[in-house]
């Protein structure tokens, strides 16, 4: 972290980009608030619904803020720059792509256990002095990812400080707003960069947090709904259709990954982005759904496709590519007309 900052140039803002899920928040909130205290001018940005950071319109929004330097925190690793001539941090965790050229990485990717990207963050800004006042947005960021259960003593410490359940309940409220039709996570990052607690969003009756629980309501809605489809089945990879504006295609994969062991499951979105397949694979038995993703990788295929975790990837896919893949995996009635 300290290399890193000794890159950043003296004028203009840092400014922070990252995942809208609620470890890429965290990360955000804990980067933004301690280099705050540190003295530096701070410009925290999240990716909108489908965005890449390797975008054009991103990098044109980075760069009309003549940043000092750049943190890319929760939004994968690869060897292009997000804005080039930057002085640029990446802090991640997952399965990287390629080494970010000329840029300092900091990365989790590897480690066992394997720390989110919010935890990684704590640690790095412990460079700029104590940040204990912060662990519990690393906390935060470790439920979010489904790493609560890795044994990080600082989640241990973070729950009895502030609560087990409280840090549940604000976990689930930061994460609703990027699954909803707008996916607009700027009510919970302003939370994040305000609040001295869980309890400030689980409690709270101003219009932030008002907006997560309508976002929570929202997103239940589509799960009642898309709770209903059945499995197409053909080899060991179960499919569901799903048609929805919200995100909720990696909630469904988890769900009936727990039911289908034995199967690669593959949740598919058709309504989440008009000419486009958004999809979530998982797999409980162990499967490495990067590499089966690889395997199977159809024309047209880019960035955003087969990315994350060894067992909690996905992607997505033009309709033409789509239909390639699916037939390629024995499953043509998933076929979506243009």
Sequence with gaps: MADALATFRVAGPVVVLSHFD????????????????????????????????????????????????????????????????????????????????????ISGNGLDPEPTTALLAWWAVGALGDQSHLLWLAAI??????????????????????????????????????????????????????????????K?????????????????????????????????????????????????AQQWRGRLKDKIVIAANYGYRTGWVHFAARSANGRDLIAFLAEHRPGGADGRYGNGHAQATGGALPIAGWNEFIAGLGLPQAQVEA
């Design 204 to 252: 709270g009756d101003d219009a932030n947090a008002l907006a997560l629980h309508a976002a929570k309501a929202e997103v239940r809605a589509a799960m009642d709904e898309a709770k209903r489809v059945p499995p197409l089945v053909a080899g060991d990879v179960a499919l569901l259709r799903l048609n929805s504006p919200c995100q909720i295609h990696p909630l469904i």
């Design 22 to 105: 609620a470890d890429g928040l965290a990360a955000s909130a804990i980067l933004t608030r301690a280099l705050r205290q540190a003295g530096r001018v701070v410009e925290p940005l999240v990716i909108g619904k489908t965005e890449s950071p390797w975008d054009a319109a991103v990098g044109d929004r980075i760069g009309a803020l003549s940043p000092a330097g750049l943190i890319v925190a929760d939004l994968g690793t690869r060897p292009d720059p997000v804005l080039v001539g930057c002085p640029t941090l990446v802090i991640d965790h997952h399965v990287p792509t390629g080494k970010p050229q000329g840029a300092v990485t």
């Design 141 to 202: 960021g470790l439920i979010g990812d489904m790493a609560d259960g890795l044994g990080f003593p600082e989640l241990d410490e973070a729950q009895e400080r502030w609560g087990k359940t409280a840090l549940r309940d604000a976990t689930s409220l930061i994460n609703a707003p990027r699954r909803t039709a707008a996916a607009d996570a700027g009510p919970a990052l302003r939370l994040l960069l305000d609040a001295d607690g869980p309890k400030r969003i689980t």
